[in-house]
């Protein structure tokens, strides 16, 4: 059979379903551009408006995977990892990979950048001294095999043909398509020579998927593809109608994942990195419940052993050997911090948490388009918990800044995102959902 690009996008046009040599041929197209931008621009707008069905994405989502290397690692220890669809304070990975490392779990994480109003793993890790996020696969290997975690960016030899698909969905208005989301998600992370992958998928005014049902949806999605193509996978569908950490950009998200790693901050960066934690545990069999795994993971916590293997993973990338015992002086500090004040009393009864975001971006702490440089100091921090009474003046936000005049601007985006009332909000649950 002569295999034709054309013919492919055309069954797809129709909703016909294209064979599974079809489309192996077509991504790996792709891959080594023998598929035209014009071809894989039609081929995203045509899934986009027709979808996929259950097999087909199946079928899609392998070949996004087999276009470039896949793991193997040298190790009879589980390979596990966490995929997090994006929100403001969250930083959970760099609690939950060395987390997970100190019960003898592999964690090949493999991470991005920001993304519009979403700060980026990779940027937040790059604000600690010397931290070399790019790895070759040998070096990969090494820090896996003697730490059990290493957050890092992908190599070009990992899902080529997602590399390339996604750069021309973000200039076709093909992003937001459900079955190119669940591929370029998963395809990614299969490489990375999984057991099992837990999925968090945020929900609210700081995530992508605003409403319960998209990410609801989306979660299914990636599930039952996770599940179907072998590695053991599920999801929870997160809140995010307020910062994960109290907390927006790149240093500050550091100090507060490592007050949480040496166990001196509660709140829900905690408990959600946990609760991620001990569901992937038990999804691959590694305790009995849940609850199990949470106690087990929070006495690894208490006694500092996954602060420990952060310290050793730091070290092992090109970071400070003594980050653990006095991070802060390992870490940016902007020139100019201020506190943004409540304009009246009340409760702070919501936040607008993209608006946060975009106020951290604004600072400098993010991109604008993809060549724009960061810088990591800047942001914000001690951001009010929703329910939280508040006097007239009273702070309610910390701003980092590089001069007075960002500072003001930043101050008054805060205040625009900020809702008070006169009455205590109702509680909000931090797992809306499981999906298995």
Known sequence: MTLDARAIITKIKHSDTPSAEELNWFVKGLADHSVSDAQAAAFAMAVCLNGMDKNTLISFTTAMRDSGDIAVWKTDKPILDKHSTGGVGDCVSIVLAPLLASVDICVPMISGRGLGHTGGTLDKLEAIAGMNVFLNTDEFQRIIDSVGCAIVS????????????????????????????????????????????????????????KSSSEARILASALVKTGNLTGCKTLALVSNMNEPLAPSSGNAVEIKDVMEVLVHVKEGRLKDLSLRLGAELMKKNGLCDTVE?????????????????????????????????????????????????????????????????????????????????????????????????????????????????????????????????????????????????
């Open 292 to 436: 199990a795994g949470y106690v087990k993971l929070h006495k690894q916590l208490k006694k500092g052993y996954a602060a420990e293997t952060f310290a050793r993973m730091v070290c092992a990338m090109g970071g400070p050997t003594n980050f653990v015992d006095d991070w802060s002086q390992h870490l940016p500090e902007a020139p100019v911090i201020s506190e943004v004040f409540a304009p009246m009393e009340g409760y702070i009864s919501g936040w607008n948490s993209e608006a946060l975001g975009l106020c951290t971006v604004n600072l400098g702490g993010g991109r604008r388009v993809e060549t724009d440089k960061i810088n990591p100091a800047v942001g914000l921090s001690n951001i009010a918990a929703i329910g939280t009474r508040i006097n007239k003046g009273k702070p309610i936000a910390r701003i980092h800044a590089a001069g007075p005049d960002t500072a003001d601007r930043a101050a008054k985006q805060v205040l625009g995102a900020l809702k008070i009332s006169d009455h205590p909000p109702q509680s909000q649950s931090l797992i809306i959902e499981k999906i298995e």
């Open 154 to 209: 992908a190599t070009s030899d990992i899902a080529p043909a997602d590399k390339r698909l996604y750069a021309i969905r973000d200039v076709t208005a093909t992003v937001d398509c459900l079955e190119l989301i669940t591929a370029s998600i998963l395809s990614k992370k299969l490489a990375a020579g999984l057991d099992g992958l837990i999925l968090d998928v945020k929900c609210g005014t700081g995530a992508f998927m």
